[in-house]
């Protein structure tokens, strides 16, 4: 399996007419490229393109044997450029939103010299990412997975990202303040409720649930950088997929809510798919259970296993079989 970090050099002019030089950089699991079909992965938010192996963010999805089979595709993620884990930083990052990060991935595709995916999967800010590319590129990919995520940022995300706006500008530590905030947000008040349930730390002299609030903030704060997490968080603010456009989308859609999801509420998930299935027949929704929130699709690993390993198996069951069509489109609706 290869997976250290690669590098494509790209010029890229972005939607402030300002001329860049982009590291684009990623990495590739699994088999190598043009001897399997190619599943591009769009990270997350404070993720990177490491989404497999023993410290892979992915890794209970992606891998041998797992319902991503590295055995069988080659898996590929790119970094978003400005995350810092190439330790590349953008220091105007107002100056990108997720439609130039969109470019520079196909931009990426290109340079690989790859034309078509099997698959683009990618959870919240990545999923956004992929609306985008798909907007640009209808016939890139067979199957398109939005996990989390919708495309368009509505307006109570918006509000969301502008509190953490704010945390970010100030002056006593910023990063972890905002993280604070934003695992509320990640979260819900049953999943807290019912993991800490008031229990006091003496030796501490807090709350067990303050306590695990701090440890994040400093966590991220020990492995990301404050220039990265305002870009991040600025193109989560700013996902905005021209709406005209999604119906053209060649791909066999499969969007996938959390139901208790605070981010991306089920519902707007749901608007979305109620709005396309009028006028695609390739689109289907799929909703986690989970007390969780938007981290679920970090954590119900079982659900969400099952959701994708019925996605594929309907795209081959499909191709050997056309005639049994309709009867997989209305046990997977």
């Known amino acids: 399996m290869k997976t250290e970090l690669n590098y494509i050099n790209l010029s890229y002019q972005n939607h402030s007419q300002k001329e860049c030089h982009i590291p684009l950089t990623y990495q590739i699991f699994g088999k190598d490229l043009f001897t399997a079909p190619v599943i591009l992965v769009n990270h997350a938010l404070t993720g990177n393109s490491n989404v497999s192996g023993e410290k892979g963010w992915w890794k209970q999805l992606i891998g041998d044997q797992q319902v991503i089979d590295t055995n069988t595709y080659t898996v590929l993620c790119f970094n978003i450029p400005g995350n810092g884990y190439d330790h590349f930083l953008i220091d105007h990052y107002e100056d990108f939103t997720p439609s130039d990060i969109a470019e520079i991935f196909l931009k990426g595709l290109e340079a690989l010299h790859i034309k078509n995916l099997y698959a683009i999967i990618g959870g919240s800010l990545g999923g956004g990412i992929a609306w985008e590319m798909l907007a640009k590129q209808p016939q890139l990919a067979e199957i398109f997975i939005p996990v989390a995520c919708d495309f368009r940022t509505h307006d109570w995300l918006h509000a969301q990202c502008l509190v953490q706006k704010f945390l970010l500008n100030g002056n006593e530590e910023p990063l972890q303040k905002a993280r604070i905030h934003a695992m509320l947000c990640y979260r819900t008040p049953q999943s807290l409720n019912d993991r800490f349930q008031n229990r006091y730390l003496k030796e501490n002299e ?78 289907f929704y799929h909703e986690i259970q989970s007390i969780h929130g938007h981290d679920a699709f970090l954590m119900e690993y079982k659900q969400l296993n099952n959701i994708i390993n019925n996605i594929f198996r309907m795209k081959e069951s499909e191709s050997e079989t056309p005639s049994d069509n309709n009867k997989q489109k209305v046990k997977n609706r």
Not at 210 to 230: A, C, I, P, Q, T
Not at 265 to 276: D, G, N, Q, V, Y
């Open 206 to 283: 807090r709350l067990e649930s303050e306590d695990w609030l701090v440890y994040h903030g400093n966590s991220l704060n020990d492995r990301f950088s404050l220039s990265s997490y305002k870009l991040m968080n600025h193109l989560l603010m700013n996902i905005n997929t021209d709406e005209n456009k999604l119906e053209k989308i060649s791909a066999r859609m499969h969007l996938i809510a959390v139901d208790t999801d605070l981010f991306f509420p089920a519902s707007e998930i749901r608007m979305c798919f109620e709005k396309l299935k009028d006028k695609k027949k390739e689109v």
